[in-house]
């Protein structure tokens, strides 16, 4: 079945740097990919998604990158603020297994120092 | 802005007792998805719908743990006899008809054990 590594665990950032997240994925046939951000004590929220006939997508200061070669997706946030800390979640979802069913990374916990 | 409504926000109740989680998905959407957040297992997701038909239950307790949809509008889940290692967060998420498309999650339901 489909496995998605999440790295790094925790990330430190000061406030105006980039942060970057990466996540692998093993099902080569995985076709959609999710960013999901928690603030503390909060539900998950969508930030950005991309599909596996696109490469990079952006919306404001965030941007995601897939590689299908690689099976690897990025997630990039620049000029980061302090209310970019959270917990960020990548997901895939893999073509076989269930209906758009989605298979998290473990999370990076994102720190912005002021 | 529709969302997820989730009930209760918290529980806590003494271990043996049954629990009840229901869950309110958006309106038209005809996925529905149960997970459990710990601080060790990240998103776990326990069992999923669509169009209100079980498809995948695999990563629940079968022996405690029940999921239902009885109509469109309330997904449940429940817990019985409950046990201390349930304590953790339990988030409902749904999602709309068509490949790829992205999940929302409820507020989720803090749930105790003592």
């Known amino acids: 079945g489909e496995n998605v590594e999440q790295h790094p665990s925790t990330l430190s950032v000061q406030e105006g740097d980039s942060a970057v997240i990466k996540c692998t994925y093993s099902d080569s046939a995985s076709n959609y990919f999710p960013w999901y951000k928690q603030e503390l004590g909060k539900r998950p929220q969508l930030i950005i998604d991309i599909r596996s006939n696109v490469g990079e997508k952006k919306d404001q200061r965030i941007a995601v990158t897939l590689n299908k070669t690689a099976k690897h997706f990025s997630l990039h946030i620049t000029e980061t603020q302090p209310e970019d800390s959270a917990v960020y979640f990548c997901?895939?979802?893999?073509?076989?297994?269930?209906?758009?069913?989605?298979?998290f990374g473990a999370g990076t916990r994102l720190a912005v120092h002021p | 802005d529709a969302r997820v409504t989730q009930t209760p926000r918290h529980k806590v109740t003494e271990m043996g007792q049954e629990v009840t989680m229901r869950c309110q998905p958006i309106?038209?959407?005809?996925?529905v998805f149960w997970y459990r957040q710990t601080m060790m297992q990240g998103l776990e997701l326990l069992a999923y719908?669509?169009?209100?038909?079980?498809?995948?239950d695999s990563g629940m307790p079968k022996d405690r743990f029940s999921a239902e949809m009885p109509d469109a509008t309330l997904a449940t889940l429940k817990i019985q006899p409950s046990e201390p290692r349930d304590s953790a967060v339990y988030f409902c998420?749904?999602?709309?008809?068509?490949?790829?498309?992205?999940?929302?999650f409820g507020d989720g339901t803090r749930l105790s054990i003592l």
């Open positions: 309106l038209g959407h005809n996925t």
């Open positions: 997901a895939a979802r893999p073509l076989s297994g269930g209906y758009n069913k989605l298979i």
């Open positions: 998420a749904s999602g709309p008809q068509g490949n790829n498309q992205p999940q929302h």
């Open positions: 719908f669509r169009n209100r038909a079980p498809l995948d």
